[in-house]
Structures are given as C-alpha cells and as structure tokens.
C-alpha cells in the first residue's frame, strides 16, 4: 500500500504547485522549446494543469492495477506499482520543471529554457522509482524443489565439502558485437544533441549509454548457493537464483529474437527470465512454480551438470535422500 501512495502524491504534487502558484504564473505556460532554446508552442494554464493531472493520474491507476486484488501475482502486482510511480513522477517532474521555468515570467515565450533541470528529472525520477519499489517491500519466499534433478540430467563433479562461498564456475562475457549497436547509437545521438542542440541533453543520454555498457559486462558464478550473475565492473547489481528454487537444468538453444534483445530479459510469457548475450548454446534452468531461467554460456554441458549437482548436494530440499 506505501508505494501506491507513492504512486498517487505526484498527482497531488501537480495540483498542490498549480494552486499554492497561480499568482504568479502567466495566463499561458510553455509546453516546448526549440533548438535555439526558444519557446515555439504554449498551452493555457487551465489546459495545462489538467493535462498534467491526467497524465501523473495514468501513472497512478497503474499502481492501482497492482493494488486491486486481481489475483496477479505478487511480483507482477510490484511491477506495476513501480512503473505507476515511475509514470506519475516523471509527469509531475515535468511539470515542476515547466513551472519553474515560468513563475513571475509575464510572456511565457521569454521563459527560460530547461538546462540542468534534465539531468535532475532523470536522477529524481530514478530515486522516485526505486523508492516505491523498496516500499513494496520484501518479495515472499518461492517455493523449495522437492528431490534431487532428474538422473537423465547431465552432473558435473563438485566436491562435496565445497564451502558455500567459493565458486565451482565463473564466466566473465558481454553481449555480442551486434548488441554494442545501442550504446553506439546513444553516444552518436549525445554528440550530435551537444553540438547541436542542448549539452544537457547529451548528458542524459552519455548517462544513458554508460549505464547500457555496464550492464552488457556480467560475470556468471556458480557456487553451493546458486547461480549468480552481477552486472559491470562491480558486479553490481547482482542477481541470484537460490539453489533451494532449481528443479534441474538442460543444453538449450537460445535466440535473441525470442527474448527480444540482448541482455537481462523477461520473457513474453512471463516465466522466464534470462541473460542473452547471443544467439546460440545456453543452459536453461527450471525453477518451482513453473518459472525458468536461460543464460547463454560458453560450455552449456558443464554448466547444466554443476548447476544439477549442487542441486543434488542441497540438503534443505524436502525429499532429498541424505545418504545421497
């Protein structure tokens, strides 16, 4: 319920400014600015508090959808509320950025146009987001695989006094030459908005691309807890499949036309999720409650018989033979 409320301030927000401002807007607000920095296009200020508050109020019946209780599941229902909120704030910090720039300004074509408010928006609007996400709070736990893999499954040897926290894989990659095509576009596109254009702008989007590359380096590790995979030079942020959730693994073919891009996905079905850094061999993982996990590697074979043994070794499954 706390970040559904996130969710909705933004549309008080919008009102709130609207009336404690009025005073001291003009009649009409600036809606765009050209590349000469120039306002070209105005709206009334009625027209433009009701469009605004139409478009943080979007945001907030998203986050409604995963109030509702519609029967979705918990994770889809935090899904839509974090991108209820994300909507809704970044309407509202639009329109913070547009009334800024118009208070105590008599003609709204000699407003200001924005420079470093860009570069705000996308820091607040990312703190915004993640702030309903952890609101949100705690994912319930998954269920436990019951038994050890399929003995049609192939094993790779693992000691058995392996500690928990020391790797029996690692596997640093990145995404294939063809996925570098989108940070190369981001930073073309910067270049040209700086020359051009506005310096803040291709600093959001110098952001962008960075953001993009550090998450196309990853680092894949197997140990007695599961499967972890951590983005950029940090390995941050990190991803973890729990040993206790892993019913088995298998060879795959993977295509990245099936996942729809490079890189972390989720799938159409709304099961699986995966790491594709190309298309080729992969190792597809299945978990409890039906759900999936694919990851391409560079030797599928070991990786399916690791993955299977140190589900084998889990001793907190229910079912597992101990003497196994």
Do not use: K
């Amino acid at each position: 319920m706390l970040g559904f409320l996130i969710a909705v301030l933004p549309v008080a927000v919008v009102v709130l400014v609207a009336e404690v401002w009025r005073h001291r807007l003009p009649t009409r607000l600036p809606t765009h600015w050209n590349a000469a920095d120039a306002v070209d296009a105005t709206s009334s200020l009625t027209n433009s508090v009701t469009g605004f508050t139409i478009g943080a109020a979007a945001g907030a019946v998203i986050a409604a959808v995963g109030v509702l209780p519609l029967g979705l599941r918990w994770r889809l229902r935090r899904a839509l509320i974090t991108v209820g909120a994300a909507v809704a704030g970044f309407i509202a910090g639009i329109w913070l950025i547009t009334v800024s720039l118009a208070v105590d300004v008599v003609d709204p074509y000699r407003a200001p146009a924005p420079t470093w408010h860009l570069l705000a928006l996308l820091v607040g609007v990312a703190g915004w987001t993640a702030l309903a996400y952890l609101a949100c709070g705690a994912a319930p736990p998954r269920p436990a695989a019951t038994g050890a893999p399929s003995d049609e499954l192939p094993r790779s040897p693992l000691p058995s006094d392996l500690p928990p926290d020391l790797p029996g894989w690692v596997e640093t990659g990145t995404v294939s030459r063809a996925g570098w095509l989108a940070p190369a576009a981001l930073v073309v596109l910067a270049v040209v908005m700086g020359i051009w254009l506005n310096v803040w702008i291709a600093t959001v989007l110098l952001l962008a691309a960075a953001l993009v590359v550090a998450t196309s380096i990853n680092r894949l590790v197997i140990d007695r807890r599961g499967i972890h995979i951590g983005f950029g030079p940090y390995g941050w942020p990190r991803i973890t499949v729990p040993v206790h959730e892993i019913v088995g693994a298998r060879h795959t073919t993977v295509r990245v036309s099936d996942w729809g891009g490079w890189g972390y996905r989720h799938n159409a079905d709304l099961r699986g999720r995966g790491l594709i850094l190309r298309s080729g061999a992969g190792v597809r993982v299945e978990l409890t409650g039906r759900r999936y996990f694919v990851t391409t590697t560079r030797d599928p074979q070991t990786v399916a018989g690791l993955v299977n043994t140190i589900a084998e070794l889990d001793d907190r499954r229910p079912g597992r033979d101990s003497s196994g």
